[in-house]
């Protein structure tokens, strides 16, 4: 006779088998462990709130970093345009008019000086760590959001990265991450709003437009993966990319219709394809190696954590659509940082929300391989705390004691961003504000202290010195312009870094019109020395003419001839 064992009868009917006293100790458990999360998730919350306010009060405390160079250019093209200046129709720049739209919001509400951007640089940041709180709740779990908001706040508060300064690259993350936590599940309205927010990040760099692929990717995969018609494809890819379109398209129309798209077109497109064709391949490996290097030493311990995350695709094999999105977006940020193979240390900071993502991910992650509950919270807890305090504690100097000045100096070298102020100040006093200067060098930030008008389009002085061709006609352009404003004060910078000319060839047609232009219209007023990192010589009026610059590092400051 055939008989049904036990077992098999609770296995199979144990939803109506259960006593009362199985439901209750089922119901306790169930509430036991939901309370130790909730338990957990308070303690990360406590974690978080501790490091993300030091590291707002360390950007408060540096909020009166001077500007550098690139910082200066955005500064002045932005009080530019709140004078009614669009960019491009005076200055030369390659970037796209998103930062400078920025930058004067910032300016026009909060004041022009530099404590005001490096402020909006701290709610920027906020906002951005926040966002990948989102979207690493959305996609993984809140543990792993907010491992991962707190990683990128920390991650890009160091110097290695440059990211106590406003680049731009904070504000393409911004809508970045806007963008792709609006596009998981969008449909219809929501497709163009997420893809008018990429668009917007590509309007503040050209970089970001690998964050534009990145999206339309990931898109057309969950329309696929889904097996929806090819009609529904077709329709939600183009709401995508019209909304992707749309503030390109209003730039282009605004310069079209003002006169100035082929000033627009110059700078942002002819120029700049030849300006991310100049670096060989073995250059730009090595220039990755030699930067990348030097944040991986200050910020070793997190992106360790990430390479846990990254590894922990080999046990996690419930979520493999969530890797392949967190890989794929890992790598088109990658990609986002290589034109012109440059990898400039802050263009890293395009990197970082992949990395900080992998590390929430590496944390969750870790409570997998603990038995009991109280060694899967206290454990991982206590890596967590010494991840996120290796890069303070190997940062300290910087972040807690040493002086903006010092910082600066720290990161930039004997580059003149402290003596700017003092040269712009100067400048400033002994001008009228209709008067007219130029710089013979790659220092815009003197143009925004001073609160003076370039007298040259041509404010970067590397485009002239650069291998493309058109290099000598910009350096002839230069020097017609500067001939016909005849501005009261021209500035020489004597630096190599603010020049870096690959082209000594190129180099005698303006230094000896310089050398020639000088003498016959010019007298010195002015000599700033930069001796060493900690002093820096100062000579004005009459002492100016009867100092000799002790040091290659230096600027002088000419004044015309009445």
Same mark, same amino acid.
């Not at 939803?15 to 462990?33: N, R, V, W």
């Not at 206290?378 to 010494?386: D, F, K």
């Not at 003092?422 to 007219?436: F, G, L, P, R, T």
């Given at each position: 006779m055939?008989?049904?064992?036990?077992?098999?009868?609770?296995?199979?009917?144990?939803?109506?088998?259960?006593?009362?006293?199985s439901?209750?100790?089922?119901?306790?458990?169930?509430?036991?462990?939901?309370?130790?999360?909730?338990?957990?998730?308070s303690?990360?919350?406590?974690?978080?709130?501790?490091?993300?306010g030091?590291?707002?009060?360390?950007?408060?405390?540096?909020?009166?970093?001077?500007?550098?160079?690139?910082?200066?250019?955005?500064?002045?093209?932005?009080?530019?345009?709140?004078?009614?200046?669009?960019?491009?129709?005076?200055?030369?720049?390659?970037?796209?008019?998103?930062?400078?739209?920025?930058?004067?919001s910032?300016?026009?509400?909060?004041?022009?000086?530099?404590?005001?951007?490096?402020?909006?640089?701290?709610?920027?940041?906020?906002a951005?760590?926040?966002?990948?709180?989102? /979207?690493?709740?959305? !996609?993984w #779990?809140?543990?792993a959001?907010?491992?991962?908001? +707190?990683?990128?706040? $920390? *991650?890009? &508060?160091?110097p290695? /990265?440059?990211?106590? !300064?406003? #680049?731009?690259?904070?504000?393409?993350l911004?809508? +970045?991450?806007?963008? $792709? *936590?609006? &596009?998981?599940?969008?449909?219809?309205?929501?497709l163009?709003?997420?893809?008018?927010?990429?668009?917007?990040?590509?309007?503040?760099?050209?970089h970001? &437009?690998?964050?534009?692929?990145?999206?339309?990717?990931?898109?057309?995969?969950?329309?696929i993966?889904?097996?929806?018609?090819?009609?529904?494809?077709?329709l939600?890819?183009?709401?995508?990319?019209?909304?992707?379109?749309?503030?390109?398209?209003?730039?282009v129309?605004?310069?079209?219709?003002?006169?100035?798209?082929?000033?627009?077109?110059?700078?942002?497109?002819?120029?700049?394809?030849?300006?991310?064709?100049?670096?060989?391949?073995?250059?730009?490996?090595?220039?990755?190696?030699?930067?990348?290097?030097?944040?991986?030493?200050?910020?070793?311990?997190?992106l360790?954590?990430?390479?846990?995350?990254?590894?922990?695709?080999?046990?996690?094999?419930?979520?493999?659509?969530?890797?392949?999105?967190?890989?794929?977006?890992?790598?088109?940020?990658?990609?986002?940082?290589?034109?012109?193979?440059?990898?400039?240390?802050?263009?890293?900071?395009?990197?970082?929300?992949?990395?900080?993502?992998?590390?929430?991910?590496?944390?969750?992650?870790?409570?997998?391989?603990?038995?009991?509950?109280?060694?899967?919270?206290?454990?991982?807890?206590?890596?967590?705390?010494?991840?996120?305090?290796?890069?303070?504690?190997?940062?300290?100097?910087?972040?807690?004691?040493?002086?903006?000045?010092?910082?600066?100096?720290?990161?930039?070298?004997?580059?003149?961003?402290?003596?700017?102020?003092?040269?712009?100040?100067?400048?400033?006093?002994?001008?009228?504000?209709?008067?007219?200067?130029a710089?013979?060098?790659?220092?815009?930030?003197?143009?925004?202290?001073?609160?003076?008008?370039?007298?040259?389009?041509?404010?970067?002085?590397?485009?002239?010195?650069?291998?493309?061709?058109?290099?000598?006609?910009?350096?002839?352009?230069?020097?017609?312009?500067?001939?016909?404003?005849?501005?009261?004060?021209?500035?020489?910078?004597?630096?190599?870094?603010?020049?870096?000319?690959s082209?000594?060839?190129?180099?005698?047609?303006?230094?000896?019109?310089?050398?020639?232009?000088?003498?016959?219209?010019?007298f010195?007023?002015?000599v700033?020395?930069?001796?060493?990192?900690e002093?820096?010589?100062?000579?004005?009026?009459?002492?100016?003419?009867?100092?000799?610059?002790?040091?290659?590092?230096?600027?002088?400051?000419?004044?015309?001839?009445?």
């Amino acid at each position: 006779m055939f008989r049904v064992r036990p077992s098999w009868l609770q296995f199979l009917f144990s939803p109506l088998c259960f006593t009362g006293e199985s439901i209750s100790q089922h119901k306790a458990k169930e509430d036991a462990m939901q309370n130790e999360m909730n338990q957990q998730k308070s303690c990360l919350g406590w974690i978080a709130g501790v490091f993300l306010g030091g590291v707002v009060l360390t950007r408060l405390r540096l909020l009166g970093l001077p500007l550098e160079r690139d910082e200066g250019e955005y500064a002045y093209m932005a009080q530019q345009w709140l004078q009614g200046v669009l960019p491009y129709a005076e200055t030369h720049s390659m970037k796209f008019p998103g930062i400078y739209f920025m930058y004067a919001s910032v300016l026009a509400l909060l004041g022009q000086n530099p404590s005001s951007i490096h402020l909006s640089l701290l709610f920027v940041n906020l906002a951005t760590a926040f966002l990948l709180y989102r /979207l690493g709740s959305k !996609w993984w #779990n809140s543990s792993a959001g907010i491992v991962a908001g +707190v990683s990128y706040s $920390i *991650l890009t &508060l160091s110097p290695a /990265l440059q990211g106590v !300064w406003a #680049n731009a690259e904070h504000f393409v993350l911004i809508f +970045v991450l806007a963008g $792709i *936590l609006l &596009l998981k599940g969008a449909q219809g309205q929501r497709l163009f709003y997420s893809g008018c927010l990429l668009g917007c990040a590509l309007l503040i760099k050209q970089h970001a &437009l690998f964050f534009c692929l990145f999206g339309g990717v990931y898109l057309g995969a969950r329309i696929i993966t889904r097996r929806e018609s090819l009609k529904n494809l077709i329709l939600n890819m183009g709401v995508f990319v019209a909304g992707g379109a749309t503030p390109m398209m209003f730039v282009v129309l605004l310069y079209w219709v003002t006169g100035n798209f082929s000033d627009f077109w110059f700078c942002t497109v002819q120029y700049a394809s030849e300006y991310v064709s100049m670096t060989s391949p073995s250059q730009g490996f090595a220039n990755f190696k030699y930067n990348f290097a030097t944040i991986l030493e200050s910020n070793f311990s997190v992106l360790w954590l990430s390479l846990i995350g990254m590894a922990s695709v080999a046990w996690k094999t419930d979520v493999r659509r969530e890797y392949l999105f967190l890989f794929g977006f890992f790598i088109f940020s990658f990609l986002a940082i290589t034109p012109g193979l440059y990898f400039r240390p802050h263009y890293f900071l395009l990197w970082m929300p992949a990395f900080s993502l992998f590390a929430g991910v590496g944390f969750a992650s870790l409570p997998d391989k603990f038995a009991s509950f109280r060694v899967k919270t206290i454990v991982p807890v206590g890596i967590l705390i010494l991840i996120l305090g290796l890069p303070i504690w190997i940062q300290k100097n910087a972040f807690f004691t040493l002086p903006a000045f010092t910082v600066t100096r720290q990161v930039y070298g004997l580059n003149p961003f402290s003596a700017s102020l003092e040269v712009a100040q100067y400048i400033n006093e002994h001008s009228n504000k209709e008067d007219q200067i130029a710089i013979l060098g790659s220092e815009p930030q003197i143009l925004f202290y001073a609160q003076r008008k370039s007298a040259t389009r041509h404010i970067y002085m590397y485009p002239l010195m650069e291998k493309h061709v058109y290099a000598r006609s910009m350096q002839a352009e230069m020097i017609r312009e500067i001939e016909g404003a005849q501005p009261k004060f021209i500035v020489e910078v004597k630096l190599f870094g603010s020049w870096v000319s690959s082209r000594p060839d190129l180099e005698p047609l303006l230094k000896d019109w310089a050398q020639a232009y000088l003498s016959r219209n010019y007298f010195v007023s002015g000599v700033v020395d930069v001796l060493s990192h900690e002093e820096t010589v100062y000579k004005w009026g009459e002492q100016a003419r009867d100092y000799s610059p002790q040091s290659s590092f230096h600027l002088v400051i000419y004044q015309r001839l009445t």
